[in-house]
C-alpha cells in the first residue's frame, strides 16, 4: 500500500509509510513504523497501533484505544472508546513471547466502550459486544455480547425490524421468512388427566430416524452453531423454553420455543443456534437420518459461501 492522501493531526505521531488513501489520523495517536491501515479510516485521539497490526479499509476507532502486536481488525469494523486488546495470556516484565497471540476482529463486527477482549480470539462477522463485555471465548458471526464474562443474548437481524415469523394459533402449519423454516403447531388435548401433545404421519415433515434430548443446559450457553448439508430437523422444546435463531444466508429470524405443542421444522442449508435456555428446558430433536459428521457445516464463512454458490436450504 502506497502513502498517497491521508489526514494526520500536527500532534500525531506516525512513523508507518502503510496508510491508505483518505484515512484519518487525529491529535496524540502514535503508529508505529511497521503497523498497516486501511483507506477511510478513522483514528481518533490517544490512539496507540503497534508494529504487528493491520487495520482494514473503513474502520473507525475511538479515543483511548490501544491495538498491540497480533490485533487484526478487517474492513468496517468499530472500535469503541477504551475498548482494551491483550496479546499475551500470562504477561511478566521484560519477557516477550516468541509470538503474540492474534485477535482477528471480523468483518463489519463493533466492539462497545470499556470491553475486554482476551487474546487468540476471533470476534465473527457483523457480532456485536456491548460496553464493559468481557470477551473470553470466540464470537460466533452475527452474535449479540453482553456481561462478565460476556455471555450471547441474541443474533445481529439481517434485515432490520423484520416480524417473527408468524405462529399458528391452532393446529397447523407456518412458513417462516427464513427459506427452509417452518412452525408446525401440534394437536392439543388437556383433560383431568394432564396434557397430550401428538405428531403423525401427515404433521411429521419427515420420518424421524433418530432423536436426541438437550437438557441442563446452562443459561449463558449456546447450542447448535451449524447447518446441514442433507438433514432435516424438528425441534420441540417440550418442557421449559429456549430461543431458536435460524438464519438462510439472507434473512435471520429469533423464535421462541417454550409449549410442547409448538415445533420448528428446520431444513438442510439452514443455520441453527440454540440460546436463551431456561433452567428446566428440556429440548427435543428428531432426525431424518442417522449421525453424520461429514454432513454438519460449522463454519458460518463456508455456509454462506455454499450458499452464495446456489444452495438452497429446503
Known amino acids: 500500500m502506497s502513502n498517497v492522501s491521508y489526514f494526520q493531526h500536527p500532534l500525531a505521531v506516525v512513523e508507518s509509510t502503510n496508510i491508505g488513501e483518505g484515512t484519518r489520523i487525529w491529535a496524540f495517536a502514535h503508529v508505529l513504523p511497521r503497523a498497516t491501515i486501511g483507506r477511510d479510516c478513522n483514528i481518533c485521539d490517544y490512539v496507540f497501533i503497534e508494529n504487528d497490526v493491520v487495520v482494514g479499509d473503513r474502520v473507525t476507532i475511538k479515543s483511548g484505544v490501544q491495538l498491540w502486536d497480533g490485533v487484526v481488525l478487517e474492513d468496517d469494523t468499530f472500535i469503541g472508546p477504551n475498548a482494551t486488546f491483550s496479546n499475551d495470556r500470562f504477561p511478566r516484565g521484560r519477557m516477550q513471547p516468541d509470538e503474540h497471540a492474534r485477535t482477528t476482529i471480523r468483518t463489519g463486527a463493533s466492539i462497545g466502550a470499556n470491553a475486554t477482549i482476551l487474546p487468540g480470539l476471533t470476534v465473527g462477522r ?121 438464519d438462510d444466508g439472507t434473512v435471520r429470524q429469533l423464535i421462541h420455543l417454550d409449549s410442547p405443542d409448538l415445533s420448528v421444522h428446520i431444513a438442510p442449508l439452514v443455520w441453527g443456534v440454540q440460546l436463551r435456555f431456561s433452567a428446566d428446558a428440556v429440548l427435543v430433536v428428531l432426525a431424518s437420518d442417522q449421525y453424520d459428521p461429514a454432513d454438519y457445516i460449522r463454519d458460518y464463512d463456508e455456509y454462506r459461501a455454499i450458499v452464495t454458490a446456489g444452495g438452497r436450504a429446503g
Open 126 to 246: 457483523n457480532a456485536i459486544v456491548g460496553a464493559g463485555a468481557v470477551v473470553m471465548h470466540d464470537v460466533p458471526p452475527n452474535a449479540i455480547l453482553v456481561g462478565n464474562p460476556a455471555h450471547i443474548t441474541g443474533y445481529v437481524d439481517a434485515q432490520a425490524g423484520a416480524p417473527m415469523a408468524a405462529e399458528p394459533a391452532a393446529a397447523g402449519v407456518s412458513v417462516s421468512q427464513v427459506r427452509g423454516v417452518t412452525l408446525h403447531r401440534l394437536p392439543h388435548f388437556e383433560d383431568l388427566r394432564g396434557g397430550l401433545t401428538v405428531a403423525e404421519g401427515a404433521s411429521l415433515p419427515f420420518i424421524p430416524k433418530r432423536y436426541f434430548v438437550v437438557h441442563h443446559v446452562p443459561n449463558r450457553e449456546v447450542r447448535g452453531e451449524h447447518a446441514h448439508r442433507a438433514l432435516h430437523q424438528l425441534l420441540t422444546c417440550v418442557h421449559g423454553q429456549c430461543s431458536l435463531m435460524v
